[in-house]
Each structure stands twice: as C-alpha cells, then as structure tokens.
C-alpha cells in the first residue's frame, strides 16, 4: 500500500513523497520525487545575454539575487571584465542583505515551525502564524520586521528585491547615496542583535529541549557525507566569491578548486521517478542509495558550507561555529542541524552586511567597467541553499548559444532523497502514518531549505566545453575540457 | 494541395494604393481573386496586432500597399510602415511563420498593373508555401 | 469577528518561481491586519496543507484563491480546475498566471525540443529518462505529463481577476488585498491596476524621440533624468500597464514589461514593435535607403525575447509553429 505526502509543504518550489508499506504496515521504500520542470536552459538560448540575470532569477522568486548575481558573474567572465571594486564590494552587500532575509524567512516561515510549535502540533499552527501565536507579538513583529530588512536592503540597491535589476557585466547599474548607505547599516546592526536573538531562541526551545535534541542526534535523521562550500583565502565561509572546498565525511579536505572546475569534479544521473537531477562527486563515484566515505553524494547549503570551511569570517559568527562544533562535535551530520548552521550564517551575514555598510567605497560611483568581446564563462556563488554556477556561451553578438546552470537544491537532491527515505523508515512502523509522523518525515527535507524551482529549471543537459585559461599576457596556457 | 486557395488579406492604404486596385477593377483587369481587400487611410495605420490577428483568425498571407515612400498623404505613415513590416516579419520568423506570409508593396494611384501582378504573384506564392500551419497545443 | 464569518483564503502556485508569495510575505505587518479578517484554508509555501483537504472541501468553500504560475504541467492543469471548483472567486496572480510569464518563453519549442536536450547530456545513464509511470521494485510511480505549450490560467478555467506585475508591486498587491478584504470588487474580468502605458507614471523627463540606433544596457551610462528609450535603451514602458512605481527605471535600467499591456491591448510584443518603429531612426527618415533600413532592423538582436518576455503564450500566436 501506498501513502502519499501531496504536495510537500513549507518549501520554495513543487514534490512530493511515496512511501511503499509492506503487509506488516513498515516501510519497504520511500521516494522524494520532484514533478516539476520549465526549461530555462532551452528558452534562454537566443536570449541576450545581458538578460540572463533577470531571466534566470525567475527561476527563484525565493532567491531571485542569488540567480542575479552567478549571472553577473558569469557575464563579467563571458566579457573578460572585471567590475570596478566599488561595484564588487557593492553587490556583496546586496548579496549579504538577501541572506538576512532568506535565512529568517526560512527559520521562521519555513522550516522553524515544526520546532517552535512542535512536530506533532495541529496542521493549521505549524506555520508563521502558529510561531507569533507562540512567541507573542513583540517577537513575531521583530520576525517580520528583520525579514523585511533584508528585502529592503535587495531593494535599495538593487530595484526590486524580488527580481532586482541592477547587475550587468562589468558593474552594478546604480549607486547607492549617503542617505541610503545610512538605512542600511542601522538595519544590519539591528539584524545582528536580532540573529544572536535566533540562536538564543534555538538554543532554549530546541536545544535545552530534551526530545528535539534526541532527533537532532537520533540515525533517523544523520546522514554521513561529503560536504561542499566556497571559501575565502583563509577557508572562511564567504556566500559571494571564492574557491570551492569539499571535505571528506572525516573532516579532512577533498578537494579545493576553482568555481569554474565545477564540472571535472562532479557528475550527474537520472532516475526515472523524478524530474530533478542527481549529481555526485566523480572522484568518489555513484555506489547507490547510500551514505558514507565510499559514497560521492555530497551536501551543501549551510551545513555542507559549514562542515566544508574552516571558520566564519566574522566574530561573533566565529563564536557561535565554535560553539556547534564543540557541542555536536566535527564535522557534524546531523542533517537538522542544519537550522543552526543556517543561524550561525543568518549572523555572519548580518555582521558582514554591517562591515560593507561601513566601507568606505560603499557609495562610489565609479560602478562600470566596459565588458569585452562576448565569450565563454562561468560564474560561482553560494546561494543560501548551496554552491550555484551559471555557465554560459555567448556568441559574437553576446547572444545566448548555450547555457548550463547548476542549482544549489539540485545539488543537495540525492542527500534529500536519502534523507527521507531514512526519516520513513525510522518513524513509521505498522501501519501509523498520522498526520504527525508525517510531518516528522518532511522535517527531514525541510532543514535542507530546499528550492525546487530551482532544482527542476531543466531538464539535464549538459554542455561540451572548452575553457581556455589565459593569463595576463593572454598566453594560452591551459586548456580544460569535458565533452 | 493542388486545390489548396490561399485567404490573403490585404491592407490597401485609400490614397495610393486601393485607388489604384479601383484602378484595375474599372480598367477590367483579372487578377487572383484570393484577395481580401481592407481599406485604411494608411499604411502607418497598419497595427502589427491586425496583421497577427489575421494569421490567427485563419489568412495564409498578408499584403500591405502603401504610397511610395515621398509620397505619403500624411508625409511620413509610409517610412513608420517600412520600418514597422520589417521588424514584424523578423517576429514572424520567429513565431515560425515564413516572411514571404507578410509582404510589403509601395503602389501608387495609377499602377493598376502593378495591384494586378502583386496579387498573381503573392498567390501564387503563398499556395507554393502552402496554408499556413498555426501553433496548436503541441507545436 | 467570528470564525464563521472570516474569509477564507488559499494561494497556489503552478510553473512558479514563488516570487508572488514572497510578495504576499512583503506585506509584513500588514499580513496581522489580513489574518484578522481572513484564513489561509491552503498555502503550501507557508501551510501543511495538502491536496487532499483541499479535495476533501464543499464547492466554493474558498472565498479567495490566489493563483500564480502558469499552467505547464497536467498536475498544474489538475489543481487549477479543483481550485476553481472549490473557489469563489479565483484570481489568476502575476505575470505568470495572467500573461504566461518568463516560463512562456518555452513556448519556442515543445516537450520533444527540451528532451532532445536530454539525449545530447553527460548524465552517466543517458538512456534511463523522467517517466509519467515509473516501475520501481515496490510499486508504480506517477510523475505529471509536461504539457507541449505553456498556458495561462484564464486558457484552462475561467478567471475572475487578474493581478499584473512580476511580482505584483508592492501598490498593486495592497489594491488587490483591499479590495478582497473590502468587498469592492471591481467588474468581472478586470485586471487590478490602473489602465495606462508605464510613461504616464515615469518620473523621468521626455521630450524628442530622435533615436539614431539602440543601445545595449550596458553600454554607455545611461542619464538618470531623461527617458531611456530616447538614450537608445529599449524601455518596454510604453507598451506596459502602468502601476508599478518604475523601480526598475529608478534603478537606471529599462522596463522589461512585467506588469503585461495596457487595457484594450491584446499583444504587448505588437504594440512594442509598433512604438519602437514608430520612433527609431526618425530623424532624416526620408533619406534612409531601403537597404540600410532593412540592416537597421536585422541587427536589432533577439525581438522575441524583449518583446514577449512575459507574454509569449498570451500573444495572438501563442506560440511558435515548429517544423
């Protein structure tokens, strides 16, 4: 017999989940499968380029900035420009800003009901209104007055805060004026003592709390894997720019890459039950549904970020990691700690929003850089789901021939997958499937905050390609391939 | 297909051009009668939005007469037309409609030969394209 | 007021980004006025509902329901007629449900076109491929059938509203919840905002249109006081409805023209294509050769995609004819 969850709720984008039961009413499987898909990559083609960061944004209204700005970047490459480093800082601050909004909402909105109201609590509360009934008005007005900073700050700089407007290759669109730069550094101060507020809140109601932390530390809920995230020279956590870092289950450093690499580390297969890709990591190889060092599924997003770096880059961020890591040790997989690897970055982005606020070159208007000849490029960022790249080939008039765009959320699919399938075999035994233990089984997907829009923007499909690597006299001198 | 009429509807602009298909109707010339003739002031009148509604609504082809450019009655609706036609037929292409479907001819008042010939000759032309297929659900 | 008598309300999401939720969400504060008068009976973004209660509800047992996404899909098709059969008044919500939307641009190909994408792949076992009806050791697996063409939701159910914008700007979504929580709906089949091309609520200084060529965004640096189609930047604005505020035009870049066509406008690409010719290269019009009026136009890149970005499968065509 088959029990259906229909459709998966508080999440950004469409899936559901199978579970087979046998004669004795216990698991035999279950199935995370995605049924949705639009096909970007196909209608993109054609497209002019410069388009491309308000095109594929839409594959996300949820994080519209994080398509914007991989874009941007893979413009910036496609055109051999480098913006002017006011313009850089510029769209840092944008992209923390949108972080601040993101991860509160999903702490609050999304995932962080079922512990602030409890898993097993009616249908009708276990979502934001079931929360401010909680934890009382005040609170829930500081929720959603910190959530619609982050909006704000998107919106100033960028337009729009759903579907912003403002990148372009070689720059930024507009600056921002002193007035501006004003509101946004009072916001990321108050955003700071409001993400020390959240894991305050996290470590009362769901750490001291007896029966949370058991599932927090229960095998129901652990996955052991590999673990991807960009960091900076120091291996420090940075969502806008840097290296990619994978470790290994143990901890130990995989592999560290250039973002434009990406694909000579990993690969992807299909399945027939659902529409979303499934990529793993070549040098391990797919070995199945499974976990472990053998196996090449890998995580992102918050706890890959977290497991795949050696620190935040900002103190009291770094205390907070600190302190995870001594409590559940490192690296961590318990797959819902996930929630406070997600508020320890929720206060990284805030105090990194405040430090951008404050430079100096924040309000100049120097933000153009005049892009070259149309080509070839790759831009990576870390969405607040994962690692995304956007690859791109442009022909000679910078119209789109060919794009390949390589979701955070699909990233995560197998990880979410296995996850669920282990929450089902974990909780449901003869035959009770209440609306509770179900809800107990989406838990295991929801503190991977996924986004399916963008997991299913298309169907796979990949590119052959070719990036020459020049240096700065413009000899050629590598060649990478994957055809 | 061999019994395939083309529907043309054609745009004829009152100054120039459908004078001179009055022209050819007093002067008794033959001429494929697959034209549908519809009157406007000019050939800058001619809203895109008609020409596609008439694709949709069932014509294989669309032929727009205007004065020669110079000529216009209003000055200037002819070069607006020109430019206009162009851009649409790069649309149409794009839609997956050929661009001979849409045809632009500058016909002034006394070429009643030239109505005559354009019309031979686009009918003949779209029944060689063959009707038109529009986009249905499935492509 | 008592439960009886609050609203009932439900948002739903078909070929979606989930941006017209957030723009829900944006309401901030205003959500504690909404949630006094009314109750989300379905929201799967923010709610534990699931289709089954919404199955299990009376006819017409919503008041209000939301709907954003275009319809790509027969399980977007599916939930569209039973959120009808079960709504009041159904509103098709942004872009997407009201013009197609960004997804529409699909539109250019079909199923068959995005598979053979599939067949050129990397995937290490190319031949195995998403099924409608999978077999797997314990059972069958049912996925939806992707449609060829993209609708929109008024091309598979009737539609009460429709609410412009992608996403709907913060003014238009405050208009629309007024006037469900007011009860002053205005006719049926209107579209919530007012009636007139962007131009009209453009702050920027217009004056002589004498555009010699057209220029990329990010060519140049575009002035911020004058109009941008005059600066040679293709602005959509006057072939937009107008209502949004301009917060793309403050930010110094064109109108893509989200928020659809104007009233009485059927195809917002046509009446782009007429504005732009109307006005390009006006200037010694008389004595431009045939030949380079025709290169004018053949340079200018990518017409589809600027002209139909958001309503390609509400054009007159619909879509493209493929071979």
């Not at chain 1, 996850?419 to 009770?432: D, E, M, Q, R, Y």
């Amino acid at each position: 017999m088959k029990v259906s969850i229909d459709p998966i709720s508080r999440l950004e984008g469409h899936g559901r989940i199978d579970i087979f039961l046998d004669e004795k009413g216990d698991v035999e499987n279950a199935y995370f499968r995605v049924p949705e898909l639009r096909g970007f990559e196909k209608f993109c083609m054609g497209r002019l380029g410069e388009e491309m960061p308000q095109l594929t944004s839409r594959i996300c209204g949820v994080c519209p900035i994080a398509h914007h700005f991989a874009a941007t970047k893979a413009l910036d490459a496609c055109y051999d420009v480098e913006p002017p480093r006011a313009a850089r800082k510029l769209r840092e601050l944008m992209y923390n800003g949108s972080f601040i909004y993101d991860h509160t909402l999903h702490f609050y909105f999304l995932g962080g009901p079922d512990f602030i109201v409890g898993p097993h609590a009616p249908k009708a509360e276990r979502n934001i209104l079931g929360v401010i009934n909680k934890v009382g008005l005040e609170i829930g007005k500081e929720v959603i007055k910190h959530r619609a900073y982050g909006q704000r700050i998107a919106e100033i700089i960028g337009g729009k805060s759903t579907h912003p407007v403002c990148g372009i290759p070689g720059g930024m669109s507009k600056p921002i004026n002193e007035e501006e730069r004003s509101e946004i550094e009072k916001m990321a101060e108050s955003a700071i003592n409001f993400a020390r507020f959240s894991l305050k809140t996290f470590e009362d109601i769901v750490l001291k709390n007896k029966e949370y932390l058991d599932m927090i530390l229960s095998d129901t809920y652990k996955l052991t894997t590999y673990n991807m995230g960009l960091v900076d020279e120091n291996n420090k956590v940075n969502f806008y720019d840097g290296k990619i870092r994978v470790s290994d289950p143990e901890g130990k450093e995989f592999l560290k890459i250039e973002g434009k690499d990406y694909l000579g580390a990993v690969e992807e297969r299909m399945e027939e039950w659902t529409y979303v890709k499934l990529p793993y990591l070549k040098g391990v190889g797919w070995k199945g549904w499974k976990d472990g060092k053998e196996s090449g599924i890998f995580r992102v997003g918050p706890l890959g970020r977290l497991n795949a770096s050696e620190g935040m880059a900002t103190p009291l961020a770094q205390e907070e990691f600190k302190k995870m890591y001594e409590t559940l040790g490192r690296p961590v997989h318990n797959t819902l700690a996930f929630h406070w690897a997600r508020l320890i970055e929720l206060l990284y982005a805030s105090e990194r929003t405040l430090e951008l606020s404050r430079d100096p070159e924040i309000t100049s208007q120097n933000l153009r850089a005049t892009p070259g000849k149309p080509g070839e490029g790759i831009g990576v960022v870390e969405a607040a789901r994962g690692t995304l790249i956007h690859h791109y080939k442009l022909d000679e008039r910078g119209l789109v021939e060919r794009a390949n765009l390589i979701v955070a959320t699909t990233n995560n699919a197998p990880a979410i997958c296995l996850s669920v399938k282990k929450a089902a075999f974990g909780l449901i035994k003869n035959n009770n499937v209440s609306d509770g233990l179900l809800n107990m089984i989406e838990m295991a997907f929801r503190a991977y905050d996924p986004c399916f829009g963008c997991a299913t923007h298309s169907l796979p499909g990949q590119m052959p390609l070719e990036v020459k690597i020049h240096d700065s006299h413009k000899r050629l001198i590598r060649i990478v391939k994957r055809d | 297909m061999s019994d395939f009429e083309p529907k043309i509807v054609a745009f004829f602009c009152n100054w120039c051009t459908y004078t001179a298909a009055d022209l050819a109707g007093t002067s008794r010339m033959k001429y494929a009668p697959n034209i549908r003739v519809i009157r406007v002031m000019c050939s800058g009148r001619v809203d895109p939005q008609f020409v596609l509604e008439a694709f949709a609504k069932g014509a294989d082809g669309v032929l727009i007469g205007g004065c020669h450019p110079g000529d216009c009655h209003y000055q200037r609706g002819n070069y607006k037309a020109r430019r206009r036609i162009l851009m649409l037929q790069r649309v149409l292409e794009e839609f997956g409609i050929e661009k001979e479907r849409l045809r632009l001819e500058w016909i002034s008042a006394s070429e009643g030969d030239k109505v005559r010939k354009v019309a031979n000759d686009m009918t003949e032309q779209i029944a060689r394209l063959g009707p038109l297929r529009r986009g249905d659900e499935h492509g | 007021m008592s439960m009886a008598e609050k609203l009932k309300l439900a948002m739903y999401w078909a070929a979606s980004c989930g941006g017209c939720e957030i723009s829900i969400v944006d309401l901030n504060e205003k959500i504690l006025d909404v949630i006094k008068v009314a109750d989300f009976v379905f929201w799967p973004v923010a709610m534990d509902f699931k289709y089954s209660d919404v199955e299990a509800m009376p006819d017409k047992f919503i008041d209000v329901c939301l709907f954003n996404g275009a319809i790509r899909s027969s399980e977007n098709e599916h939930i569209a007629h039973l959120l009808r059969r079960k709504s009041k008044i159904l509103i098709a919500y942004g872009a997407c449900a009201y013009n197609g939307g960004i997804p529409g641009l699909a539109n250019i190909t079909n199923r068959q076109g995005m598979f053979d994408t599939v067949y050129k792949t990397i995937s290490t076992n190319q031949n195995t491929l998403p099924k409608i009806s999978a077999r797997v050791p314990e059972g069958e697996l049912e996925l939806p059938q992707l449609y060829d063409t993209v609708k929109s939701l008024a091309q598979v159910v009737d539609v009460d509203y429709y609410v412009p914008g992608c996403p709907p700007a913060p003014k238009i979504v405050e208009a629309s919840i007024d006037a469900i929580a007011s009860g002053k709906l205005p006719p049926k089949g209107s579209v919530i905002g007012p009636s007139k091309a962007l131009c009209e609520e453009c702050p920027r200084e217009k004056t002589d249109k004498k555009i010699t060529a057209m220029k990329r965004t990010f060519e140049g640096m575009p002035d911020t006081k004058k109009c941008l189609l005059e600066q040679g930047y293709l602005c959509m604005g006057p072939a937009t409805r107008e209502g949004c505020g301009t917060p793309c035009i403050n930010a110094n870049m064109p109108c893509t023209g989200c928020s659809g066509p104007a009233d009485d406008v059927t195809d917002q690409g046509a009446k782009m294509m007429s504005a732009l010719t109307s006005v390009l290269a006006l200037e010694g019009e008389e004595n431009v050769s045939e030949e380079n009026v025709l290169k004018m136009i053949q340079e200018f890149p990518d017409p589809m995609g600027v002209f139909y970005k958001y309503t390609m499968p509400t054009s007159t065509l619909k879509r493209r004819v493929m071979k």
